[in-house]
């Protein structure tokens, strides 16, 4: 490999920088989904090459490490990223100790500043049925109660298709995922060997299922050739030409449907998160005014 190949073996003339360049690109790249390799080369090229890029491999203590998680907590990064910083060196210098460049492994040593996590602002069951009562009618309508329903990550509802659902059943079953990485759409499989399952639904989510499948067909009749859906194997969840959605325009939906409920802003992943523990708790959709 090239860390043996063209890189000194002795870490005495190894920077940092170099190193986790090519710790990328040789260890990383290809080992994890496409998604995080594009989050630990942000992380790197913005928080820690720029701190301790230029320090000696060798000669890395925690006091440089330190320093580095505060700057990035001092420039009102998320707890998340600073948490994510120290998590990828240390994953880098595993991988550095396996092959004898350095001796231990400084980022596990070193001690993450203490940065208060945001509150997380919850949605109760009464403030779900009224975002649900605004989503009504909405292009987005049943993505969101289908992820309120069943707790989904948006990749994986992004790739539903519907050969994957059920209707007489009531079944839907998680076989890949949909990311955008790069301005590029990527199908994957689902993230871990548990994520590969199959969810029964709530009455209300059959229903409003099988109207998003009308609403899908009269759009897709409405603009004719221009449809895109074929392509991708006939997504339950699109935009107007049969596209995969993308997280961004998700997420922008979803904050305009809170603002017009009234409702607090929150991140989509707390929102969904809240709701099934809220539904875990009650071990029934009655709870949310739905009967099952």
Known sequence: MAMANGLPLSGDRLTVGSYLEA???????????????VR??????????????????????????????????GKGAAPRTVAHCRAVLRNALNHAMR?????????????????????????KPAS?????????????????????????????????R??????????????RTIQRVNGEYQVLEPKTRRSRRTISLPAPVVASLRQHRTRQAEERLGIGGAWQGDAWGGLVF???????LSSFHVRRRFKQLLSLAGLPTMRY????AEL????????SWQGWGWRC
């Open 269 to 272: 992943h707390d929102y969904v």
């Open 238 to 244: 699109t935009d107007e030409l049969g596209r995969p």
């Open 23 to 37: 710790w990328l690109q040789e260890t990383a790249e290809g080992k994890v989904r496409p998604k995080t390799y």
């Open 128 to 160: 779900a049925r009224q975002e649900l009562s605004v989503v009504k009618g909405d292009r987005l309508e049943t993505l969101f109660t289908v992820a309120l329903a069943c707790g989904l990550r948006q990749s994986e509802a992004f790739g539903f």
């Open 99 to 123: 092959h004898s460049l350095v001796g231990r492994n400084l980022a596990s040593l070193a001690e993450p500043p203490k940065v208060p996590e945001p509150e997380i602002r919850a949605l």
């Open 162 to 175: 519907w050969g994957d659902v059920d209707l007489d059943a009531g079944t839907l079953t998680v076989q």
């Open 40 to 73: 630990y080369e942000e992380l790197i090229r913005l928080h820690i090459a720029p701190q301790i890029g230029r320090v000696s491999l060798a000669r890395l203590t925690p006091q440089h490490v330190e320093p580095m998680l505060s700057s990035v907590a």
């Open 276 to 283: 099934l523990r809220s539904w875990l708790r009650r071990a």
